[in-house]
């Protein structure tokens, strides 16, 4: 038995060793599948032209039938462009998404210095994926002649491109202020994640991609800039830039994606080959004159969930989701959050397409004070179901051309209020109600805490409310403009007598300043603190509509050190409304509550 066991050991040694050798052989003759850029020539001194060596190298690594071109950490310069073959990875150092704070620091890991194709669009990208499965991976491109006073910016070729290619990916990439980063044509399968930059022109374009393309853990944000909103580049961007952009796509998915000062976040175009449709998860769009345009979009249509939309900085025109008037397709928000600086939440105007928020919340919109919808409905049809509005004013308008309107179960500040154009097509179903639209007694004798919470569905064209005085005098109000509109409930056929508790500064003085009703003057704005008293006569309707005239005035144009660029007018406090024959009991209109009338302290002087 033991010399048997003997010979079986041997004979497994043997067939051991054969194996090694087999191994080493084939190991010997095989390709390699990594090659070191730096080992083959490649210097990252900032200086030498890399464009020949790592060239080479791709090509090597494509000729050997695929492969990964490695480069260590330096800063690579590259006159001329690249072309990555099939199969090819370029891989840098990193495997997080890099990124530059601030336009002086000059980023670690692997930089490619970019050059080619200044001050023309055309030519070819800086770098081309070139075959299927082709990628890059770990780099950070910079262009070293980019110049933040360059206003409107240099126009360079794509810094990424890919055209009739499969399954091409960009990963842990960060492109620093190209004219554009990324363009994708006819890509099928491309993957687009843990990118960051901040293009220019247009961050993200893709068009006829027919097979999914997927984009992911995006961020266009300022990198390598110093951000003002007023800087004339960064204004370029927030008013002409375009962070992603999306053509004829099919079942395309964009996941985890954001932008901050761009002209417009997320365009939805249509080219020759036609529009999108696809899956949008998590989009965010800050400072974005237009968070989403949608331009045309396919029958399927857009459907956008966990969307968070701001308008651009110090902006009175932005509007978050605009809907073009020739867009056929459906556009769907769920779960979706609007705030900041916003004229109008969304607008649509097509009378082809279809329009749907759910479970959305709006927070601010009409930063103009000129009465502008959350939302704004020209044409089409709409639904609108389940959403909060934190702002008074008007939610919904809904205009003559209209097919339908079903707005169901919303809540808001102040209730639900609707500008109906539309008639019979618009139904609203089960939506939070006015407080102040309970019974005719409530209507009889009101007050209106100006600056407080609940005045805003009573005026249109003011500015923000504020607080004056301190302590025990301390008090909510709001400065009126040069024209500010009371819209205030009444009980038909009876006369009124209203009270305006405000204060006028001489700036807002002028002959003609006063309350007025249809044009004629009720009651003309005295100097200082007042309270302005005039009689209402019976209306036919249910409201009233008063105008509040005053010479508007800058503080910013007038007092040395201000910074308050808004056009005011006089402070008002509050607002009582009283039929001829209410009782003492008072209507709290803010928050829907009966009081018994009591002193106020009195207006603060400015």
């Given at each position: 038995?033991?010399?048997?066991?003997?010979?079986?050991?041997?004979?497994?040694?043997?067939?051991?060793?054969?194996?090694?050798?087999?191994?080493?052989?084939?190991?010997?003759?095989?390709?390699?599948?990594?090659?070191?850029?730096?080992?083959?020539?490649?210097?990252?001194?900032?200086?030498?032209?890399?464009?020949?060596?790592?060239?080479?190298?791709?090509?090597?690594?494509?000729?050997?039938?695929?492969?990964?071109v490695e480069l260590p950490a330096g800063r690579f310069r590259v006159n001329g462009t690249l072309s990555v073959p099939k199969g090819v990875t370029l891989q840098g150092t990193y495997r997080v998404p890099p990124t530059a704070a601030n336009k002086d620091e000059k980023p670690d890991g692997t930089v490619l210095?970019?050059?080619?194709?200044?001050?023309?669009?055309k030519g070819p990208p800086f770098i081309l994926l070139a075959g299927r499965n082709a990628a890059i991976a770990g780099l950070v491109v910079v262009y070293p002649e980019w110049k933040q006073s360059d206003v409107p910016p240099v126009p360079y070729p794509p810094c990424v491109e890919s055209r009739d290619t499969?399954?091409?990916?960009?990963?842990?990439?960060?492109?620093?202020?190209?004219?554009?980063?990324?363009?994708?044509?006819?890509?099928?399968?491309?993957?687009?994640?843990?990118?960051?930059?901040?293009?220019?022109?247009?961050?993200?374009?893709?068009?006829?991609?027919?097979?999914?393309?997927?984009?992911?853990?995006?961020?266009?944000?300022?990198?390598?800039?110093?951000?003002?909103?007023?800087?004339?580049?960064?204004?370029?961007?927030?008013?002409?830039?375009?962070?992603?952009?999306?053509?004829?796509?099919?079942?395309?998915?964009?996941?985890?994606?954001?932008?901050?000062?761009?002209?417009?976040?997320?365009?939805?175009?249509?080219?020759?080959?036609?529009?999108?449709?696809?899956?949008?998860?998590?989009?965010?769009?800050?400072?974005?004159?237009?968070?989403?345009?949608?331009?045309?979009?396919?029958?399927?249509?857009?459907?956008?969930?966990?969307?968070?939309?701001?308008?651009?900085?110090?902006?009175?025109?932005?509007?978050?989701?605009?809907?073009?008037?020739?867009?056929?397709?459906?556009?769907?928000?769920?779960?979706?959050?609007?705030?900041?600086?916003?004229?109008?939440?969304?607008?649509?105007?097509?009378?082809?397409?279809?329009?749907?928020?759910?479970?959305?919340?709006?927070?601010?919109?009409?930063?103009?004070?000129?009465?502008?919808?959350?939302?704004?409905?020209?044409?089409?049809?709409?639904?609108?179901?389940?959403?909060?509005?934190?702002?008074?004013?008007?939610?919904?308008?809904?205009?003559?051309?209209?097919?339908?309107?079903?707005?169901?179960?919303?809540?808001?500040?102040?209730?639900?209020?609707?500008?109906?154009?539309?008639?019979?097509?618009?139904?609203?179903?089960?939506?939070?109600?006015?407080?102040?639209?309970?019974?005719?007694?409530?209507?009889?004798?009101?007050?209106?805490?100006?600056?407080?919470?609940?005045?805003?569905?009573?005026?249109?064209?003011?500015?923000?409310?504020?607080?004056?005085?301190?302590?025990?005098?301390?008090?909510?109000?709001?400065?009126?403009?040069?024209?500010?509109?009371?819209?205030?409930?009444?009980?038909?056929?009876?006369?009124?007598?209203?009270?305006?508790?405000?204060?006028?500064?001489?700036?807002?003085?002028?002959?003609?300043?006063?309350?007025?009703?249809?044009?004629?003057?009720?009651?003309?704005?005295?100097?200082?603190?007042?309270?302005?008293?005039?009689?209402?006569?019976?209306?036919?309707?249910?409201?009233?509509?008063?105008?509040?005239?005053?010479?508007?005035?800058?503080?910013?144009?007038?007092?040395?050190?201000?910074?308050?660029?808004?056009?005011?007018?006089?402070?008002?406090?509050?607002?009582?409304?009283?039929?001829?024959?209410?009782?003492?009991?008072?209507?709290?209109?803010?928050?829907?509550?009966?009081?018994?009338?009591?002193?106020?302290?009195?207006?603060?002087?400015?």
């Amino acid at each position: 038995m033991a010399k048997e066991n003997l010979v079986r050991k041997s004979f497994l040694g043997f067939a051991t060793m054969v194996n090694v050798a087999v191994s080493l052989a084939v190991a010997a003759s095989a390709p390699p599948v990594r090659w070191n850029a730096a080992e083959l020539g490649a210097v990252g001194d900032g200086q030498t032209d890399n464009t020949a060596v790592l060239q080479k190298a791709l090509d090597a690594a494509g000729q050997a039938g695929g492969g990964v071109v490695e480069l260590p950490a330096g800063r690579f310069r590259v006159n001329g462009t690249l072309s990555v073959p099939k199969g090819v990875t370029l891989q840098g150092t990193y495997r997080v998404p890099p990124t530059a704070a601030n336009k002086d620091e000059k980023p670690d890991g692997t930089v490619l210095m970019a050059y080619a194709g200044r001050g023309s669009q055309k030519g070819p990208p800086f770098i081309l994926l070139a075959g299927r499965n082709a990628a890059i991976a770990g780099l950070v491109v910079v262009y070293p002649e980019w110049k933040q006073s360059d206003v409107p910016p240099v126009p360079y070729p794509p810094c990424v491109e890919s055209r009739d290619t499969e399954n091409v990916g960009i990963s842990e990439c960060c492109f620093l202020n190209p004219y554009e980063a990324i363009k994708l044509v006819r890509a099928a399968r491309h993957l687009v994640r843990n990118v960051t930059g901040y293009p220019s022109w247009r961050g993200l374009y893709v068009d006829e991609c027919y097979d999914i393309g997927h984009v992911e853990n995006v961020h266009f944000w300022p990198f390598g800039v110093v951000y003002r909103p007023d800087d004339p580049y960064c204004k370029w961007v927030n008013t002409q830039g375009v962070a992603f952009e999306l053509a004829r796509t099919d079942w395309h998915y964009v996941f985890n994606t954001f932008c901050f000062g761009y002209g417009v976040g997320y365009k939805f175009s249509e080219s020759k080959a036609g529009s999108t449709n696809g899956n949008f998860l998590g989009l965010g769009a800050d400072s974005c004159r237009r968070a989403v345009l949608v331009e045309q979009a396919q029958p399927p249509g857009l459907l956008i969930t966990n969307g968070e939309f701001v308008g651009r900085w110090s902006s009175t025109d932005s509007v978050c989701v605009e809907v073009g008037p020739k867009v056929e397709g459906k556009v769907s928000l769920v779960n979706c959050s609007f705030w900041g600086p916003i004229d109008r939440c969304v607008w649509m105007q097509s009378p082809f397409g279809q329009f749907t928020a759910n479970a959305c919340h709006f927070v601010h919109w009409d930063n103009h004070g000129k009465g502008a919808p959350a939302i704004q409905l020209d044409a089409g049809k709409a639904m609108v179901q389940g959403c909060t509005f934190a702002h008074e004013g008007i939610h919904v308008a809904a205009g003559e051309k209209v097919r339908s309107a079903i707005l169901t179960g919303n809540q808001a500040a102040g209730g639900f209020r609707v500008a109906n154009q539309a008639g019979v097509r618009v139904q609203l179903i089960a939506n939070e109600v006015d407080p102040l639209e309970a019974t005719p007694e409530a209507r009889a004798h009101y007050r209106i805490h100006v600056g407080e919470l609940g005045d805003g569905q009573y005026l249109r064209q003011w500015n923000g409310r504020e607080h004056r005085g301190s302590g025990l005098l301390r008090r909510a109000m709001r400065w009126s403009t040069e024209a500010s509109v009371l819209d205030l409930p009444v009980v038909p056929g009876k006369p009124y007598q209203i009270v305006l508790e405000l204060s006028t500064p001489k700036e807002a003085a002028s002959p003609d300043a006063g309350l007025y009703l249809n044009g004629q003057r009720l009651a003309p704005l005295a100097p200082g603190p007042a309270k302005l008293t005039a009689s209402l006569p019976p209306a036919s309707a249910d409201r009233v509509v008063l105008e509040l005239r005053c010479r508007g005035w800058v503080p910013k144009q007038l007092h040395a050190g201000s910074q308050d660029d808004r056009t005011l007018g006089v402070e008002v406090y509050a607002v009582t409304m009283r039929a001829s024959d209410a009782g003492d009991k008072v209507f709290d209109a803010n928050h829907g509550e009966w009081r018994r009338l009591s002193a106020a302290p009195a207006a603060q002087a400015k």
